[in-house]
């Protein structure tokens, strides 16, 4: 017995009333909360908002408690992330960015660098999350908590950077930027990824 749009409806408007505001949880909760009463349905020989209401009087308390772990940092996100970086598919970014960095060493001029370049991943993070912001709040009106959490580790990574401004420091510093420059377009595809799962995710659920 499958759940109809409105049925899917129904369950996103709930969880939304309930304060799952990040929209990638709230999906995951759907999918959850949508399996769970399909087999109620099925078991019980209810009608979906029997089905619902009998399963949210039992569980509601702990799918609720499971949305306050994404209020503040969750490890999960360096989880995630972590485990994006290490897919296949982004070995030739990382391959590139440390053959670039290693034919480019001796060829960089020390001055150039601490005056300019060293500014360029800051000048490109800003750049990123602005399009993030906009994208996300402006276009499509919803928050993603694993991108928001996400991107404060190319700020920490920024944030070292700059930590090791100056002469005695160069050889960390340019390898620091090339490594935040690394994080910051793995970042940029990892936004990709995870805006593309979202919407296939809601055009599964809606297509029923």
């Not at 360096?78 to 990382?94: H, S, V």
Request: hydrophobic residues 50%.
């Amino acid at each position: 017995m499958k759940l109809t749009r409105e049925n899917i409806q129904f369950i996103d408007h709930y969880l939304r009333k309930s304060d799952v505001f990040y929209a990638d949880i709230r999906t995951e909760m759907i999918d959850h909360v949508a399996s769970a009463v399909e087999t109620k349905m099925k078991r019980d020989n209810l009608d979906f908002y029997d089905a619902f209401r009998n399963y949210m009087a039992v569980n509601k308390n702990e799918i609720l408690k499971g949305n306050r772990r994404y209020v503040s940092f969750n490890f999960s996100v360096l989880k995630r992330f972590g485990k994006f970086l290490i897919q296949p598919k982004m070995f030739p970014l990382a391959l590139a960015f440390f053959i670039f960095a290693y034919l480019s060493f001796d060829k960089i001029n020390v001055d150039f660098w601490l005056d300019e370049f060293h500014l360029l991943p800051c000048s490109v993070f800003i750049v990123i999350m602005a399009v993030q912001l906009i994208y996300t709040r402006l276009v499509m009106k919803k928050r993603f908590y694993y991108l928001e959490r996400t991107s404060l580790i190319p700020m920490i990574v920024n944030y070292t950077q700059f930590m090791l401004v100056g002469r005695d420091f160069i050889e960390m510093n340019i390898f620091a930027t090339y490594f935040l420059l690394y994080i910051l377009a793995a970042y940029v595809i990892y936004f990709c990824s995870e805006i593309y799962v979202f919407k296939k995710s809601m055009k599964l659920f809606y297509a029923q």
